[in-house]
């Protein structure tokens, strides 16, 4: 049996150029810049001292209700085939997938994002992940949004990482994650898991598996100066063992 090893991502600006809403849901809600409605989340957020990602998926909700125009799970899938990815994502995961193999390894790979599942359901590399946590919301039975089923913040993050390591990944499965278990027991212990993100919402599950004997890799866009800056902070600070560029293309910097 091979030994497994657990790849963990963000999701927004680690494998894509900007945020998932920023594509065709924000702009199509009536914002020609996205960084209207950020701005509102965040106003929302100060103002009633909300949790930020709570805001932007009620917010979400608010301003199409204004438009008469419900948010479908439907309407989510079809976002994702217009999420544009850094380069060489959508052959990175078989190819690193084929090089474990080489190395006698099963790798797996997993998305830990604040963004929307559904909208990553929809993208073309939604089938090579083992599992993926993300925000959603609950459905009626015209599958229109109605109220946020879950939340994934910077911090609740990092249950997701525990679940990976002891193979619990079912999100409402809570008595079984809080077990004690031995960590040589454990399925995936964290020296076999390698958590890749961009910024500083990404901060606790990089020092989570950097401390714990695993590795942290920020990356960065090399066309974006505050984004190499940020990098270049996390890894000097401690936080991540590396910093790359988003680049996922064959032979690449990532590779």
Request: glycine share 6%; hydrophobic share 30%; aromatic share 12%.
């Amino acid at each position: 049996m091979r030994n497994k090893v657990a790849i963990m991502y963000d999701f927004d600006k680690t494998l894509t150029y900007k945020d998932m809403q920023e594509y065709n849901l924000i702009p199509e809600l009536g914002y020609d810049d996205p960084s209207k409605f950020w701005g509102e989340v965040n106003e929302l957020k100060v103002t009633n001292n909300m949790d930020g990602i709570l805001t932007y998926m009620y917010l979400l909700l608010k301003k199409s209700e204004a438009k008469d125009r419900p948010i479908r799970k439907i309407d989510f899938e079809k976002l994702g085939k217009d999420v544009e990815f850094f380069p060489g994502v959508l052959s990175w995961f078989d190819r690193v997938s084929e090089l474990g193999k080489s190395l006698g390894l099963e790798i797996e790979h997993y998305i830990i994002s604040s963004g929307m599942k559904e909208i990553i359901d929809g993208t073309p590399i939604s089938d090579k992940f083992k599992k993926v946590y993300a925000c959603r919301y609950y459905y009626d039975v015209n599958g229109v949004a109605k109220w946020p089923s879950l939340v994934v913040n910077y911090t609740t993050k990092t249950q997701y990482i525990f679940r990976i390591n002891k193979q619990i990944l079912d999100e409402y499965e809570d008595n079984k994650l809080n077990d004690y278990t031995k960590e040589e027991e454990r399925p995936i212990p964290f020296k076999r898991m390698i958590y890749v993100g961009d910024g500083m919402t990404d901060v606790p599950c990089m020092k989570l598996v950097k401390e714990y004997g695993g590795k942290s890799i920020s990356v960065f866009n090399s066309s974006n100066k505050s984004s190499y800056d940020l990098s270049k902070t996390l890894v000097s600070q401690g936080r991540s063992n590396f910093m790359c560029e988003a680049n996922y293309e064959k032979d690449g910097p990532m590779e």
